[in-house]
Each structure stands twice: as structure tokens, then as C-alpha cells.
């Protein structure tokens, strides 16, 4: 039970305590580490700064598609202290439903055939936002459903019992997904609803022809990599202002510190919980078109890694912290990108979950996290 | 019809062979030795048995079969492994499926070399696993000379201990190899090592030595990861698994295993797992783990789960106790792993992957937490009802049915969590995993009482407040 | 001045400090409990009285200070190597192992001294069986001085209020305590069980040859067994006496009447 006493300097300085002996071994071993890694990404910097400028840009790029999906991860863990699971295939989810949007219904083509007249830049964007926000929708509709079936009946049941079947509604759906009448179980090349463009930085911008490599020792960008970049940072200030400023952010964050007290309050605690996996879901599936957009190819086990990763990220920055969440992506996006670039591509992995657990042993909480207090 | 035939054979087998587990347990909870020695022999005769019995064309244990029991028995000890960990410890691992495949790969490349006449897999992996050992015990001495060292500060010392371990024994075991190289003679001529009575020594030494290797690194990863708390311990382990399969995926560009194959998958190990084995290393780890929990140290394990803070305040090494059971439960996943190496005979890092590994966790979850006879029975019914059952029966009804199973089995666990979350069997225990029940006559307490003068009653009220005197309100 | 009669004292906490954050839960705590005393903790909900008890038994650690016992520092080491050292406490929220059974609550507190080892229990030797046998037989002793041998094989969790309250007691008990530290013993105990339990504290205190110190809300049972009270309020400690001396000063009426009073007066 914290007093209400202010701490005075004097107080604390009044006598030294001894700090737990050998605590240097510990750290110097952590610093060596660091000085290797900054050492070895510096040598390469040196030798080839273009080829770093450009591993930088495409860890920007994964980054910022993590901190799309980081964000539903760590608002779901601060309110329901869940580690959603599904909320990776929420993401993949989002990314097909894109595909049948745009590749079968032709969704993105409509206002260029209802209103022939408009320029067809307008109409591309248009139609564009339009699959986005049905894959939006989407994805709300589903996670909210998730949550209701799945997760509300054991809102009071062991934790572990509601991670299990955070677990089994990821399989679920990776697997439903998989059968062939639903989304099929191959790898499927992804139409996007607007034509990407590359460009490459050599004594100005030039874009690159479609089709043709962008020429050597050049840095090379797309549309889609602004896309997402814009996109994750206007959600990250929306998502700021929801939280800090209106009356249902306030309502998350009073439930997601004290449920019984947020409850006496009259805040209505279920939907303030359907809202997060609501949010979090829209802005996963917004990550999960733009995802497929830039990687061209979707499967049913799509969400998989980056969905863990985003709740690596999330848990790096801080579980609970919505800038967290934001630095702890772009941390894991570089860190891959990295490795990607002067490792090997299949040990992004490795490193990925390495830096997580370096990053806890020294600081639990993660990088913005509450200190936690322990009580008995 | 055909499918009729197929579900009522295997609604026998599955229940036959679960029948054959309650038997096991039952005889091996029997008090008297000779009993439990007759029921080891007869449980291994029975299904020994059974693999050669045919009437007609309806064999009892097809090859098929066959393969599905040595799977289960695998299963059955990683699961085992894994309730020690999660169920009776409470730490929620998904590391368990990593350690299997680190000791289905350092198994099989033990055995491989053996069998390619290099001695060298089994030396340096023996050497290294006794003199890492050796040198976690010396860090353990020294660190425990200086009380509150960091975790980090321990780990680094534990690292480099067990580095400079493997060091030297890779240093020590290379010459030794080389000069085991002429005993094992040339194609033509095999030398004395080639005898394949050697290779059923080296097998079992191979499995015992895979399951210290899992250990020995569960022991290293778990020291610093097991101080997080329970979700971040989590994914911590979900990592580990992640990165488990990385390097198997690099085994032979990042690490110096060419014969490992990388990504395209190991193959050509001997296939060494005969019934005998397996079932020696089933009843082994059934053993190990049943004697671990029924005793002070399992009980300080069983108080870890259920209040962390209760239990240090009654003296009990948290750290300590969650390591201990951490590494426990590796070291069987590394033998079930080393059975599985030698049943399969092809080790592809697909089968490590991390998904896969959800299966011991779901064996566990619906066997019961902190039910071993649950995760034994759990274990072979789930190999043969998923693998075996399902598979073949779906198979029959089209080809996009098999793929059903897949979407059947979250949907169960689903509603085995919303219905029963404790699993079936609870925390239900049978026969030798029972813990002894405490008798004792009644009127004992009342003899030592007066022997050794102290009242077993508390005293009448009358003496109540006497030094506090005249305070009364 | 602890020298003097250093061996006399067996817990001595010096200017014990606890910060949470900018709060100080507890400030400046100074506690000196003599061997074999029976002393009270007393203080309006919020005081640091808990949080006292988990800075002496290492749960949390000092911010600043020292807590002493038997003569040595004991701030700084884990709480497990303090209660082997000799304190054992007790729960404010009754902290027993709930789905284990009494009988296990009891032998978990009694594994620091089991006497066998890993390797033991693995290969299921004779040292094994005989101290096993040995240590169960210890624990029923303990649970039938609690009159609780009938229901050891319950569990825990299904037992009545009173009953898990000497449970818990009974399992610090068999920590082997020099000092046993109890966290509001009383609460939620009914007048008959209440009498019960400060015949049991007196009873343990002697059988055991125990100091005792004791958090309580119940002015009945810290009045009817306490020989010396401390009372805190804000952290801090504002009166010292007998529990005589306690019921006249006025600083700690104050604090009541102006916190808690009619709390703890209503029971």
C-alpha cells in the first residue's frame, strides 16, 4: 500500500546500499554484444553505404507494417491481458479478403465505372480506399465475433485457458482458410487494387521501368513503401488521440488499469473490450492489404510470423504503450532487415526473438513499460 | 462397409492400447518389486506380441500402426516433459518442441557418423555434454559462494563455462576420433566398431546423451528467460522453438553440419528404435518423472505453481524449482526426440516446426494439467485417433478431406476449453502415479506428546492474557 | 546501544525505507523485537504495515535501511533464504497452496529440511523412504497441535475460512521459525474463532519458544495478547508503548478518528 509521503532526497542519499556483487560480469558481457553488433553493422555501413541506406529503408518498411499489427496486440494484452493469437490471422484474413475484393469482384474498378467521367487518379484511390475499408470491415466483424464466442466465456477462466484458445482460433482459422473452398491452401500471387511504382535515388529520383531491376549501387523505393509508412503513422496519431482524448479511450484505459472499478464506474467494460478488438482489428486488416500489396504473394499462414513479431515488438516496447508498440516495430523491423542484408535471410527469426529476450532481461517491463510492482 | 470395418478396428486398438496403459500404471503401482517387474515384462510381451500377429489380412499393427505407436511414445514423453514444466511447475513453455528436435538432431547425428564409421558424433557429444556439466557445477559452486548475483552476471559465467567446455572437448574428441578411425575397418574389411552390436550400444548412448544436451541448454536459456514473468516467458520460448528451426533450416551453412542437410532434411539414419527400446525409454521417463513429483522437491514444484510469493516465503528457491523442473522436462523431450530420430529416419526441420509444437501442449491441456496418467493416455489416444483414425478415414472420403482434420482439431480444443478448461482427466492420478496415500494410527500423537512433554491440545482459555494482564476494553 | 544487549534481540529493523515510485510506503522504520516478545503492528488500513513485513521478509526490497536478525543483515537476500534463516510468516489474503492438500501445504513448508536430495528421490532410496516417512510423520505432528490431522488430506481451497487461517499458520509453523510474523491473523474470523486463535498464538508461542509479531485491525486480539505495540500511520511510526500506554495516546486516536476509526472499532 504506497503512503502518501514525498520522497525527499535526503531520505534516499542518507546511507548507500551495496549493489548485488558481480553485477559488471552481467554487463560488460551486454556491452560487448552491443559494441560487436554496432561494430560489425558500422564496418558494413562504411564499406557500402548505399546497401545500408537501402536494408534501412526496407526495415522501415516491415517496421511499419508490424507497428500496424503491434498495435492490436498490445491494446488487447492491456486491457484483457490476452496474447491474442488470431490476431495475426485477423491480419491474413484482411489480406484476402482484399484479393477476392479486387481480383474477383472487381470492387476497386467502381468508381471508374460509375462515374466514367472523374480522372482516373481520383477513381484509383478511390476504389483503393474502398477495399481497404471492406477489408476493414471485415476484420472488425471477425475479431469482434472471435471475441464474443471465443474469448468472453473465459473472461474469468485461468488465463492459460484463454490463451490455448486464443491458440485454437488461430489454427482455426489458418486451416479453415486452407480448405480448398475457402481460400485454398497454395501460395496465390496477390492483384493489388492500384499499380505500384519504384523509383531509385541516383542524382535525383528516376523511376524504374516496371519489370526491369532498379540499376546498381542505387536506393530504390515504391509508392507502397510511402503508403504504409503515411498510413502507420496517421494511425498511430489517430490511435494516440482516441486513447488520450475521447470519452471510449478514456473508458480503455480505465478498464485496462482496474476492470472491477471501471465497471462500478458505469463504464460498460464488454464493449469498451470489443471496441479494442475492434480497433486493433481494423488497423491489422489495413496492415494485412498493404502487406500483401507489398509482398505480392498471400497463403493461409500469412499472419504467422509477422503477427508474432508485431507482439514482439509490442512486448519490446512495452506491452500496454501504444508508442511502444510503434518503436519496438521499427526496432524489430531494422534488426530483421539487418540480419536480412549481411546475415542470412532465414535468421531474421533468430535475431528477431534474441533482441526480445536480451531486451527483457534487462529492462522487464520493455522498453516504454509501467514498472510493475509486485504485491503480496 | 470398408470404413465401418476401419472405425471399429481402430475404436479397438484406441481403446485397447489405453486399457494396456491404466494396466501398466496399475501393476507398476503394485508395492512388491516382482510385481512391478512382471508388469514391465508383460506390457513390453504384450505388444511385442502383438506386432507379429496376423489372422487372414487383419493385422492388429499394421506398419502403419507400428509407426503410430513408436510416434505416441515419443509423444507420450515429450507431453510427459511438458506437464512437468507447464501442469505441475505452471510455466508456460512452448520451448518443449524445440529441445525434442535438438535431441532428435543431436541423436541422429551420434548414430549417423557411428554408421559412417566416425566415432567423432559420439565422443565430442559425450565429452561436451559430461564436461559442460562438469562446468555448470563449478559456475553453480562459485556462484553460490557469492549470495544475489544478477541473473545476467550468472548467465554470462554459465556461458562461458560451457563454452570453453564444448571447446575443449571438441579439441580433445577430434584426435580421439581420428584415432578410432582403424577400428572401424573399411567397407570391405569392417574393423572391430563396425559390429552392429556397437551401434545398439551407441543408440541408447546416443538418446541419453541427446536428452543431457537438451538439458544442459534448457538449463542455459531457462536461467535468464525463467526470471521474466509468465507471458513473456511465453513467447521467450516460443522464440527459442522459432530459432531451434532456424539453425536446423542452416544446419549446414550457418553451423558445421553438412550432414544435417539443412532445410532439405537429414536422411539416412539407421533406424534403431525397436519396441524394446522405446518401451525402456517409456517406462525410464515415467520412472524419472513420477519419482521426481512425488517427492519434497516435486511438492516445492507443485507450491511454485500455485503461489510464487507463498512459496518463497516458506523457504522454497523459486529460481531454483522452476529450472530444476525446466530442465527436467527438456531432458525427456531430448530422449523422446532421439526415439523419434530413430523410429522416422529422415529429420526434416519442418517437423520441428513451431506449430507442431502446440501438439504436446494440447496433449497436456486435454489429459489434464498436472495429470500424468492423463498425458500418457492423452498421448496414444491422440497419435491414433489424429494421425491414425482420422487421417485414414477422411483419406477415404476425398481428397480434400484430410486437410478437414486440421480445421476438426481447434474446433475441439475450443470446446474443450469452454467446457471442461481442466482437461478431462482433471488432476486425476491411477495406479503408480498415484501419490501414496498417509496412514497413520490415531492414537500416536497423543503418545508423543506426553513422551516428549508437549501438549497436543492448546491450553485452557483461562491461561490466554496472562502477560497482558488488566488490558481488557 | 545494540550492542549492549545485541543478543537479546532477535529482529532489529534500522530506518527502513520503502519507495514506490514517489511514494513512501514505509519511512524510517525502526522495530526491535526481543527474543521470544509478543508484539503488534497496528495502524489505519494504507500505513505500510504490510508492506513492513514484506520488507523484513525480502519480499520487496529496501529502498533504504537495514533489517537485522539474530545479529546479521538479512535485507537483500531472497525471501526464501530469509525464512531459512527463521522468519516464517503468515498472509493478509490467506495465501495458502489452495489445490494441494493440507497435508502438502504443511510438507512444502518443511522441504528446506527434508533431509534427501534430487539424486535420492530419483532413485527412490532407503535415505529416501525414511526421511519421507519421517518428514510426514512431522507434519501430521504439526497438524494434530492444530487439530487438523482429520482433514489433511482436504483441500485446501475447500476448507472453511477459520480452518485454512491455522492451516496457514500451521504451515509457517513448520518453516522452523525463530520469528513468526502474522498478517492480520483475525480477519474475517468469527468471536468464537477469534478466542480460539489467541489461545492458539499464546499457546504456539510457548510450545515453540517463538517471537511473534503480529499485524491486527481486531483491537480485541492485539489489546488481549500484545505485549508492546508499534503503531504507523503514512509509513511512518507514531507512538510506541504498551498496549495500555497505545489506547491513551492521543496521536493514534487521532489517526483512527480521522482514518479508520469506526472500522476497527465495529469489530
Excluded at chain 2, 560451457?162 to 572437448?169: D, E, K, Q, R
Excluded at chain 2, 567397407?187 to 545398439?200: E, M, T
Excluded at chain 2, 538439458?215 to 521474466?228: D, I, K, N
Aim: net charge positive; charged share 15%; glycine share 10%.
Amino acid at each position: 500500500m504506497p503512503g502518501r509521503n514525498k520522497v525527499t532526497k535526503k531520505t534516499l542519499s542518507a546511507g548507500q546500499r551495496r549493489g548485488p556483487p558481480l553485477a559488471w560480469v552481467g554487463w560488460s558481457f551486454l556491452i560487448l554484444l552491443a559494441v560487436v553488433t554496432v561494430l560489425y553493422v558500422g564496418l558494413k555501413a562504411v564499406a557500402n553505404p548505399i546497401l545500408f541506406l537501402q536494408n534501412l529503408l526496407d526495415g522501415l518498411k516491415l517496421g511499419f507494417v508490424y507497428a500496424l499489427i503491434a498495435l492490436g496486440y498490445t491494446m488487447v494484452y492491456g486491457i484483457v491481458k490476452l496474447i491474442n493469437f488470431a490476431h495475426g490471422d485477423v491480419f491474413m484474413v484482411g489480406a484476402f479478403t482484399s484479393y477476392y475484393a479486387v481480383s474477383r469482384f472487381n470492387l476497386h474498378m467502381w468508381p471508374a465505372a460509375a462515374f466514367p467521367s472523374i480522372s482516373p487518379n481520383l477513381a484509383v484511390v478511390l476504389g483503393s480506399l474502398t477495399v481497404i475499408l471492406l477489408s476493414m470491415a471485415v476484420c472488425v466483424i471477425l475479431a469482434v465475433t472471435i471475441e464474443r464466442v471465443a474469448y468472453k466465456p473465459l473472461r474469468d477462466a485461468p488465463r492459460i485457458a484463454a490463451l490455448i484458445t486464443a491458440i485454437g482460433v488461430s489454427f482455426f482459422l489458418e486451416f479453415f482458410g486452407a480448405l480448398p473452398f475457402v481460400f485454398s491452401a497454395r501460395f496465390i500471387p496477390y492483384k493489388a487494387p492500384f499499380s505500384t511504382h519504384a523509383w531509385y535515388i541516383k542524382d535525383g529520383i528516376h523511376p524504374i521501368i516496371s519489370g526491369q531491376a532498379s540499376p546498381d549501387n542505387t536506393i530504390s523505393f515504391s509508392n507502397i513503401f510511402l503508403i504504409i509508412a503515411a498510413a502507420s503513422i496517421l494511425v498511430q496519431v489517430l490511435l494516440q488521440y482516441i486513447v488520450k482524448r475521447t470519452k471510449i479511450g478514456i473508458a480503455m484505459r480505465a478498464a485496462s488499469y482496474d476492470k472491477p472499478t471501471a465497471r462500478l464506474m458505469g463504464i460498460n467494460v464488454d464493449r469498451v473490450i470489443s471496441f479494442t478488438f475492434a480497433i486493433g482489428a481494423a488497423f491489422a486488416g489495413l496492415g494485412g492489404v498493404l502487406y500483401a500489396i507489398a509482398y505480392s504473394s498471400i497463403y493461409t499462414q500469412l499472419g504467422v510470423l509477422p503477427g508474432l513479431k508485431a507482439f514482439v515488438a509490442a512486448v519490446l516496447g512495452g506491452i500496454g504503450s501504444i508508442p511502444g508498440a510503434f518503436v519496438g516495430a521499427l526496432i524489430m523491423g531494422q534488426a530483421e532487415a539487418m540480419t536480412m542484408g549481411y546475415i542470412s535471410t532465414p535468421m531474421r527469426d533468430a535475431v528477431a526473438f534474441s533482441i526480445l529476450i536480451i531486451v527483457l532481461l534487462v529492462k522487464p517491463t520493455g522498453l516504454f513499460g509501467e514498472p510493475a510492482q509486485e504485491k503480496a | 462397409m470398408e470404413q465401418l470395418g476401419y472405425l471399429l478396428s481402430s475404436t479397438v486398438k484406441i481403446l485397447g492400447l489405453i486399457a494396456w496403459i491404466f494396466g501398466l500404471l496399475w501393476g507398476l503401482g503394485r508395492k512388491p518389486l516382482w510385481q512391478k517387474l512382471l508388469t514391465i515384462v508383460a506390457a513390453f510381451a504384450v505388444i511385442q506380441a502383438l506386432f507379429g500377429f496376423k489372422i487372414g489380412s487383419f493385422q492388429f499393427f499394421s506398419a502403419f500402426d507400428q509407426g503410430l505407436l513408436f510416434q505416441a511414445v515419443t509423444m507420450a514423453m515429450v507431453a510427459l516433459g511438458l506437464n512437468l514444466i507447464y501442469g505441475f511447475n505452471g510455466q508456460f513453455s512452448l520451448a518443449q518442441w524445440g529441445f525434442y528436435g535438438l535431441g532428435a538432431y543431436c541423436s541422429a547425428d551420434v548414430t549417423y557418423r557411428w554408421s559412417n564409421g566416425d566415432a567423432g558424433g559420439l565422443i565430442v557429444v559425450g565429452l561436451g555434454v559430461i564436461l559442460a556439466g562438469v562446468a555448470i557445477g563449478l559456475v553453480r559452486m562459485f556462484l553460490n559462494r557469492k549470495r544475489g548475483v544478477p541473473v545476467l552476471s550468472a548467465f554470462t559465467f554459465y556461458l562461458f563455462g560451457i563454452l570453453a567446455a564444448v571447446f575443449i572437448a571438441v579439441q580433445v574428441g577430434k584426435p580421439l576420433a581420428t584415432a578410432c578411425l582403424p577400428l572401424f575397418g573399411t567397407v570391405d574389411a569392417p574393423g572391430p566398431l563396425s559390429a552392429p552390436i556397437f551401434l545398439q550400444i551407441v543408440f541408447p548412448l546416443s538418446v541419453i546423451f541427446a536428452g543431457a544436451f537438451a538439458a544442459e541448454v534448457s538449463f542455459l536459456f531457462g536461467l535468464p528467460v525463467l526470471s521474466l514473468g509468465s507471458d513473456y516467458f511465453g513467447i521467450a520460448t516460443l522464440g527459442f522453438s522459432i530459432v531451434v528451426q532456424t539453425l536446423m533450416v542452416n544446419s549446414d551453412t550457418i553451423l558445421p553440419f553438412p550432414e544435417m542437410k539443412g532445410g532439405r532434411g537429414m536422411i539416412g539414419i539407421t533406424k534403431l528404435t525397436t519396441w524394446f527400446w522405446a518401451f525402456a525409454f517409456l517406462i525410464f521417463v515415467i520412472m524419472l518423472i513420477r519419482n521426481f513429483v512425488r517427492s519434497s522437491t516435486g511438492r516445492a514444484t507443485l507450491a511454485v505453481r500455485e503461489d510464487e510469493i507463498a512459496a518463497r516465503a516458506m523457504g522454497i528457491d523459486v529460481a531454483s524449482s522452476k529450472l530444476l523442473a525446466f530442465v527436467l522436462g527438456s531432458f525427456v523431450a531430448g530422449i523422446g526426440g532421439g526415439i523419434y530420430a530413430h523410429y522416422i529416419g529422415f529429420l526434416s526441420p519442418n517437423t520441428f516446426s513451431f506449430i507442431k509444437g502446440f501438439d504436446p501442449l494440447i496433449i497436456v491441456v486435454f489429459g489434464g494439467l498436472g495429470s500424468l496418467t492423463g498425458t500418457v493416455a492423452a498421448a496414444f489416444g491422440w497419435i491414433f485417433f489424429l494421425e491414425g483414425f482420422l487421417r485414414v478415414l477422411l483419406g477415404q472420403l476425398g481428397t480434400d478431406a484430410p486437410s478437414w482434420r486440421f480445421v476438426l482439431y481447434p474446433i475441439t480444443l475450443l470446446l474443450l476449453m469452454l467446457l471442461r478448461p481442466k482437461g478431462l482427466l482433471g488432476t486425476t492420478e491411477w495406479g503408480f502415479f498415484q501419490a501414496s496415500i498417509v496412514k497413520r494410527k490415531i492414537a500416536a500423537p497423543l503418545d508423543k506428546g506426553k513422551g516428549e512433554g508437549v501438549a497436543a491440545t492448546p491450553p485452557p482459555p483461562s491461561e490466554v492474557g496472562k502477560p497482558t494482564t488488566g488490558n481488557k476494553h | 546501544m545494540a550492542d549492549m544487549n545485541g543478543d537479546q534481540i532477535i529482529l532489529d529493523v534500522k530506518q527502513a525505507t520503502k519507495a514506490f515510485g514517489g511514494l513512501l510506503a514505509v519511512n524510517g522504520l525502526d522495530l526491535r523485537l526481543p527474543k521470544r516478545a509478543l508484539q503488534g503492528l497496528i495502524g489505519p488500513n494504507g500505513a505500510g504495515k504490510t508492506t513492513a513485513f514484506n520488507l523484513i521478509t525480502g519480499i520487496i526490497p529496501l529502498t533504504n535501511g537495514a533489517v537485522e536478525f539474530k545479529g546479521e543483515r538479512v535485507d537483500g537476500l531472497e525471501p526464501f533464504e530469509i525464512t531459512r534463516l527463521g522468519i516464517a510468516r503468515t498472509f493478509q489474503n490467506i495465501r495458502l497452496f489452495s489445490n494441494l492438500s493440507v497435508l502438502d501445504n504443511v510438507r512444502i513448508a518443511y522441504h528446506a529440511h527434508a533431509g534427501y536430495g534430487l539424486v535420492d528421490s530419483i532413485l527412490r532410496s532407503r535415505r529416501f523412504t525414511e526421511k519421507e516417512a519421517e518428514l510426514t510423520e512431522k507434519a501430521l505432528d504439526f497438524l494434530d497441535i492444530f487439530k487438523l490431522a482429520d482433514i489433511a488430506d482436504e483441500t485446501a481451497r475447500n476448507l472453511p475460512y477459520g480452518q485454512q487461517r491455522r492451516v496457514e499458520i500451521a504451515r509457517a509453523l513448520a518453516c522452523n521459525p525463530a520469528l513468526l510474523l502474522l498478517d492480520e491473523p483475525a480477519a474475517g474470523m468469527n468471536p468464537r474463532e477469534i478466542l480460539e486463535l489467541m489461545e492458539l498464538i499464546h499457546f504456539i508461542r510457548d510450545r515453540f519458544e517463538l517471537t511473534i509479531l503480529l499485524i491486527e485491525h481486531q483491537m480485541r486480539v492485539v489489546m488481549g495478547i500484545c505485549e508492546y505495540l508499534t503503531v504507523m500511520d503514512f509509513g511512518e511510526v507514531i507512538a510506541r508503548g504498551t498496549p495500555r500506554e497505545i489506547q491513551e495516546n492521543q496521536t493514534v486516536v487521532e489517526a483512527y478518528l480521522g482514518k479508520g476509526a469506526g472500522k476497527s472499532a465495529a469489530s
